[in-house]
Structures are given as C-alpha cells and as structure tokens.
C-alpha cells in the first residue's frame, strides 16, 4: 500500500487530486500538504493533512519520516503571472523547494516522485501548433525557467541517481472547485465566474489568443495515469506533453453564450499576461504519452463547458462555507 505526499493541496489541482487519491489508496494514505488554513475543509476532515515550506529540506525530510512517505505528487508551485510579480518566492518554491524535494526523495529512498510542468516550458522559439515532445525549449518566463528545470533534473534523477520520477506538461487546467488567480491562462476559468455572476466577463487576453486547455479531470487522469504507468514502457520520464482541447476567448464565450443567450464579453488587455500567453504554444503533439502509457482524454470544449456551469452554478449557489 502507497503512503502519499502530496504538497500544494490547497491549489487548484492539488485540492482535486487529494480526494481522488484518497478514494483510491484509502483516506490515510494520502497527507495532504498545504497552509492549514488554506485547505478545504473536505481536505482537512477527510484525512491527514500537514503544513510544509518545501523550500526548507528539513520539512521535508520530516514529514516523509513521521508518515511514512514513498510517493510524492510535488504540485507546490507559483503559477506563470505571479512568478513574474514575486521572483524571489517563484525561485523560493519552484526552483528550490523542487530541489529539495528531489534530494529528499534520493536519501530517504522514495519509490516515486510526480512533478507536473506545464505548457509554460515552452517558448517563443518554440513550433506553436503540435509542438512536439522533443523542441525548442527557450522560455522567456521565470515560471517557464523553473519549469525547464524540473523536467531536466527530473530526467537527470531518473538517469543518473536511478529515482523514479514522471511528469506531464500541463496545459491551462479548467476548473470550478478552486478559483485559480495567479495564471495566465486563469481567464477560461474567471469567464465562468463573471458569466453566472454577472452575465459579463472583461477578459485580460486578446480575442485571437489561442492556448490549449484541459477540464481538470483530464489533469487528474494524466497524473494518476503516468504515476501508475508501468516503467518498463517508459522512454520519457518528466516531460510528456499531453493536450485535450485548444480556443481562443470568443470561442468559449460563444459555447457560453449558446448556454447563457445574454452572456457578453469585452476585453481589456493585461499585457504582462498576454505578453506570456503569446509566447505558448497553441497545441501540443501527445502521441508519446498516447503510445507509452495510453494517454487519452476524455472532455471536449462542450463537455466541459457543460460541466462547468452545472458545477459551478450549484457551487456558487451554496451557503457560505458549505462545500
Ligand atoms: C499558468 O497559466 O500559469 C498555468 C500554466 C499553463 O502552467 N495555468
């Protein structure tokens, strides 16, 4: 039976995949690790839960001796539009705190690590339709750097230190349980906020921008996926690129919009965010997460939209504090 740590649970996957865990290894298998404060509350009563500053190596070592620990989903990190306002934490937690988590997972003999990256390891010299697994990878972003980072020390912990470590570049993950708010690509996620709100979204990104996206449960699959994936047919380890759908803002808001008649949107431009958007790529190339561990997703932009305004509405419709 697998202990699991999982750091970053209070963020917007780590707070999904936590009761995913939970349901499949057994709430006491899966520590979910995180500010106290900040973790949902079905987090928090449903299992053990730990607070962790991954920056420093002797949390960790901590926690993984007083659990047990021997697999761990590392999620803490600053996503791409903060990591720009706040150098010094983004380097902190994404550059470090991975760091340390590797050198953790070494000396104490861990089974496996599962580090996400993202489409952020790309950049503007980068192909930007199917971007293949193996290109250009010359990020103009400390995010996109630190994202670099982990998928090559990832692969050097696997090659040359003989520790398991596996990992999926994620696009700009759609969800309705945790609003995320330090992306870029948080817009296809606040549009549903402002559309059952107020009928209105101002969306930060021009209407041309076109990202792939993935609705969370996808994200969930890849991760559990590539973590129980068997090794032997392993060619990559840390950097399989895996994509679900691709759009631009007036796309969504049109499948909004074919939901919700008087939805509208405008838009007002954060250049910071459009200048990191423009230099991600616009669909990524996953046949060798298809071929090696049988990657395949399983909403489409219809799908999700669906989901995301039945979820969300009933979310937003909920007393304070009830969910
Ligand atoms: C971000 O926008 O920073 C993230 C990502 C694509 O990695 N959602």
Known sequence: MQRILVTGAAGQIGSELVPELRQRYGNANVIAAGHHTSLPADIRQAGPCTTLDVSVRAQIDRVIKAYGIDTIYHLSSILSALAEQRRQVAYRVNIQGLYNILEAAVDNGLERVIIPSSIGAFGPDTPGDRTPNETIQKPNTLYGISKVFGELMGNYYVHQLGCDVRGVRLPGIISWKTEPTAGTTDYAVAIFYGAIRQRHYTCYLKPDTFLPMMYMPDAILALIQVAEADGKRLHHHADFNVNAMSFTP???????????????????????RQAIADSWPNSLDDSAARSEWGWQPEFDMDAMVDDMLENLTRKLAAPEGSG
């Not at 007036?250 to 431009?269: G, K, M, V």
């Open 250 to 272: 007036p796309d969504l808001a049109n499948a909004i919009q074919s939901r919700l008649p008087e939805f509208r949107i405008d838009y007002r431009i954060d250049p910071l």
